[in-house]
């Protein structure tokens, strides 16, 4: 009895790996795909029918690639960009944070109302004032452009407040005697108890922004300001779709550092998103 | 105590000082919610009234551009079908969820490598979207060379023309769509399979019920709050979602793609129809509006559940 369980069991366990296994392969075939097509000379690329491993490898592709356009240019643009939203945001949401969590004051309840309903009011409906307010602003093209819109981050307040209001009153009593000012306290002792937090909060403020498309898409003009999505996106519809090759080389470089950085922070991006239903993208 | 101390210590309580301090702590995010969420939301309740194609000065027209997309003969049949096009995009979300649901339930049976699985489930997930868009619309080449063409020739069917096709365009989008979004939902659904407790799978065992009755009498019921969370979220990002229009079919064929927010994007920044396309964004404020209420309600529920 126990013995035929155990078997039926193991059984069962073989069956779940294999469904398990045949879907994990069905995600990554088109990143196979992508990478097998980036190391394809044209006269593979168009080749019927398509082989999965290419004959000869063609890395010339990642080169063409680069000069094709100004990716290294992109590639600063979009770190430039992303960098200083996840800085900026920190900043912002952990003064905020600290007001809420830690201060008394007039108004708090209705200030804290009137943050939380931003995260009910997406880009896309603002679309259009506020990229009327930049180009008053004669912002448009500019790296503002790209950052200063982002640097408030509701969610972010909030998260950041629940967890400073986890941490022991008494902390502040123990500041408070030492005559540590609040500007202080919050830097030297709440934000380095805070740790996963702010790594959180920091990684998807990052990869939010280094993924976003529809706002650099209207508040870019020219070449130069491009991140590397929109970048990436002008590369392929300008060269008239066929160079299909020299595309998913461009795809690669453009996603697969993204890809290495999600893997070395998974834990606490994928612990983060089943704490807070967030993400980056 | 030194009295330099001491005063240092007064101040921490005063309440007119703590107040302004509060408010000094709060400036920065208040200044950028005025200029870049609240100041534009009214804004676009004004612009909406106008009649305003850039380069010009707008003029006031009442609800002329709300006539031209509800009523007109042009406008209105455009209109309606970039909202019927959008909830058509949001049928990916229910298909998405029963795939990511199974996928979790079978992932939460504490095998051994678990981990390794929810990595390759997640990637596409991370990957943004423009990247993802650019690889899909390889796959769906039109040619017999495309991927997906040369394994329907494979097994003896005649190529399609996927993205080119007014029919088959958007139910290509939904199908990157799941594949793109699997792995949110999957991480979601285990999170909520986990906070179950595991005593009600034992006592249920003992009973006698197999894993069919234990998934629809216990697994399905208090996963509930978590599905409904899902299926919202879900919905409101298909209504967002521009970028896979925008790189792979640029609305078309014949329209057939343009869902509001496209729609809305055409109307500001291919016509500069301000006016018009502040009309669009109430609308489309008005539908994200109701959604999120909702899904602030269940996550309100959600905590009270536990």
Redesign the interface.
């Known amino acids: 009895m126990l013995r035929s369980k155990r078997a039926r069991k193991t059984v069962f ?1 073989i069956f ?2 294999i ?3 045949i ?2 392969v069905a ?2 075939l ?2 196979i ?2 990478l097998s ?1 980036s190391l394809k000379g044209s006269d593979e ?6 082989n999965w491993i290419p004959r000869t490898w063609r890395f010339q592709n990642y080169v063409e690639a680069w000069n094709a356009a100004p990716f290294g240019r992109y590639f600063l643009n979009s770190a430039v960009v992303a960098l200083a939203v996840t800085i900026g945001q920190l ?3 952990s ?2 944070a ?2 809420f969590a830690r ?4 108004g ?1 309840d209705v ?1 804290f109302a ?2 939380l309903s ?5 880009t ?10 930049l180009k008053t602003l004669r912002w448009l093209d500019t790296y503002q452009a790209l950052i ?2 982002f ?2 981050n ?1 969610f972010g ?1 909030f998260m950041m407040r629940q967890y400073f209001m986890t941490l022991p009153r008494e902390l ?1 009593d123990a500041a ?4 540590c ?2 500007l202080r306290f919050l830097w030297q002792v709440l934000l380095p108890l805070s740790k996963p937090i702010v790594a959180s909060q920091a990684l998807f403020a990052f ?1 939010g922004n ?2 976003s ?2 706002w650099p ?2 508040v870019t003009t020219s070449e130069h300001m491009r991140t ?3 970048g ?2 002008y590369f ?2 300008q060269e008239g779709g066929t160079q ?1 090759g020299i ?2 080389a461009a ?1 690669v470089f ?2 697969v550092p ?2 290495l950085f ?2 070395f922070v ?1 834990k606490s ?2 612990e983060g ?3 807070t ?1 967030l ?3 | 105590m030194t009295a330099l101390a001491r005063q240092r210590g007064n101040w921490w309580h005063r309440w007119g000082e703590e107040t302004l301090s509060a408010y000094l702590f709060l400036l920065p995010s208040i200044v950028i919610f005025a200029t870049f969420v609240f100041f534009p939301l009214f804004f676009s309740f004004y612009a909406s009234l106008t009649h305003w194609n850039l380069p010009f000065k707008p003029s006031f027209t009442g609800l002329e551009n709300y006539h031209y997309l509800f009523t007109d003969e042009i406008g209105a049949p455009e209109f309606f079908r970039s909202i019927r096009n959008s909830f058509y995009y949001a049928l990916g979300v229910p298909l998405n969820m029963g795939i990511s649901l199974a996928i979790a339930v079978l992932l939460n049976q504490r095998l051994r490598g678990v981990s390794l699985f929810r990595t390759a489930y997640f990637l596409p997930t991370i990957t943004s979207t423009a990247a993802i868009s650019v690889i899909w619309l390889w796959i769906y080449h039109p040619a017999d060379y495309g991927l997906l063409n040369s394994i329907l020739l494979k097994l003896g069917f005649s190529p399609l023309r996927w993205l080119r096709d007014p029919h088959l365009a958007m139910p290509a989008l939904i199908l990157m769509g799941i594949w793109h979004g699997m792995g949110y939902n999957i991480v979601i659904f285990l999170a909520g399979l986990q906070s179950i407790p595991t005593t009600l799978y034992e006592a249920a065992e003992i009973d006698g019920a197999g894993g069919w009755a234990r998934f629809w009498r216990i697994t399905w019921p208090l996963l509930g709050p978590t599905t409904f969370y899902v299926l919202v979220i879900g919905i409101i990002n298909s209504l967002k979602a521009f970028t896979q229009m925008h790189v792979m079919t640029e609305g078309g064929p014949l329209g057939a793609t343009t869902t509001i927010t496209y729609y809305l994007y055409q109307q500001a920044f291919e016509n500069f129809a301000m006016g018009r396309a502040s009309a669009v964004a109430c609308v489309l404020f008005v539908i994200l509006f109701i959604l999120t209420l909702i899904q602030f309600k269940v996550v309100g529920s959600r905590i009270h559940y536990e």
Do not use: H
């Open positions: 366990a779940w790996y469904v398990l296994g879907t994990a995600v990554m088109p990143y795909w992508m097509t690329v168009f080749a019927y029918p398509p900043i912002t949401c003064l905020a600290f007001a201060m008394e004051f007039k708090k200030m009137l943050f931003t995260t009910m009011i997406s896309q409906v603002t679309l259009v004032p506020s990229y009327l307010v200063v819109p640097l408030a509701a307040v502040e408070k005697l030492d005559g000012g609040r990869m280094w993924n498309y529809l898409l209207i590397l999505q929109i990436l996106r392929v519809s299909w595309f998913m795809t453009v996603s993204i890809v999600y893997l998974q991006f994928v998103i089943a704490t239903g993400k980056g993208a």
